[in-house]
């Protein structure tokens, strides 16, 4: 992997104008260190936002190894606190923990599944005006952050909130507004495709719900179109990671774990894409991993290894049996129609 210098010298700022508020994108001025940081500030809310990545393989992983930190402090909202409260650092609040949810499923799909190198972002709120969420500033914080290092990654992507207040369409409502909405829908996405959805509605009809859908689309332009001048004045090379190709004798090893596998838990899974309900499912999946791993110790055959490589081939042929169960059995694993939302 070629090492790639920082190119943040001097503090620039990036501005662009979003459902009637400026939003601001600066580099330069913080974590100069990091491979890839900026401040973003929509209204009076500011995120800080860190990305790095280590240049050494994380050995013995069978995933990409990403980190998301949400972190928020009293001081943001300007409170301090004062001698009879315990000033060190607790586990993260349930907000905290949703958005770096929310930050982590937007970002993860457009990094390669092949890497094995410790991927972190931090992000720091460092003021909230009560009136416009984080989180959406912190999504785009994350894009580019990202965008700008040299880690490869193959963004950007810019973020919306979605609201629907007497009938209207909202673009980025305040808090106050929300409370008035019908609708909370969060669009992720890269300009012409949407990337994640998150949202919750009263009674609302499902033709509504896809209007907001395309509503909020429609309004991602401006963050793609800002961030995409923030990577041309500052942006640095990507990193190249070379991939080796999977052997003969790797794939060799692959389709006996694979034929190991269907062997012993073909019907099994095949009871599992039956389950709708998902938490059900997700128990089910853990029982049928612990119970294949205790098969394949029994199995003179299957050494330690190729245990570990069983454990991660499990989900990948659950999700080729769940695709081939969807076209056979015109149904969506949890009982819904092809064309159901």
């Not at 409260?85 to 799909?109: C, M, N, Q, Y």
């Not at 041309?232 to 999977?246: A, L, R, S």
């Not at 034929?259 to 073909?266: F, L, T, V, W």
């Amino acid at each position: 992997m070629k090492e790639v210098k920082s190119s943040l010298s001097l503090p620039k700022k990036f501005e662009a104008e979003i459902a009637g508020k400026k939003l601001t994108i600066e580099t330069g001025r913080f974590a100069a260190k990091a491979q890839g940081s900026c401040t973003v500030q929509y209204g009076d809310t500011v995120v800080l936002a860190t990305a790095v990545m280590n240049k050494e393989i994380k050995e013995g992983i069978e995933y990409f190894p990403l980190l998301v930190d949400y972190e928020e402090k009293l001081y943001a909202a300007g409170k301090i606190k004062g001698s009879r409260f315990i000033k060190r650092e607790g586990r993260p609040s349930d907000e905290a923990i949703l958005t770096a949810r929310l930050v982590d499923r937007s970002i993860r799909p457009l990094f390669s599944e092949e890497i094995r190198h410790d991927v972190q972002v931090v992000l720091t709120v460092l003021s909230v005006d009560q009136e416009n969420d984080p989180d959406i500033v912190s999504l785009m914080a994350t894009s580019a952050a990202l965008a700008i290092s040299p880690i490869p990654w193959a963004g950007p992507i810019s973020a919306v909130r979605v609201g629907l207040v007497d009938g209207e369409w909202v673009l980025n409502p305040s808090y106050e507004a929300l409370e008035k909405s019908d609708l909370d829908l969060v669009v992720v996405g890269t300009g012409d495709k949407v990337l994640m959805l998150e949202g919750g509605a009263k009674e609302v009809p499902e033709e509504k719900i896809l209007e907001g859908i395309e509503y909020g689309q429609k309004h991602l332009k401006e963050g793609m179109d800002l961030i995409a001048k923030l990577i041309k004045e500052v942006g640095q090379e990507k990193m190249v990671i070379e991939y080796g190709e999977e052997s003969a004798e790797e794939k060799v090893l692959r389709e006996k774990i694979e034929q190991k596998i269907i062997k012993y838990s073909e019907e099994e899974i095949v009871k599992l894409l039956n389950i709708a309900d998902n938490e059900e499912r997700a128990w089910a999946t853990d029982e049928l991993k612990e119970r294949l791993e205790e098969l394949l110790k029994e199995d003179s055959e299957v050494s330690k290894e190729e245990r570990v490589k069983s454990l991660k081939l499990v989900d990948e042929i659950i999700i080729k049996r769940a695709r081939r169960f969807v076209v056979e059995q015109e149904k969506r694993i949890d009982g819904r129609k092809t064309d159901e939302i």
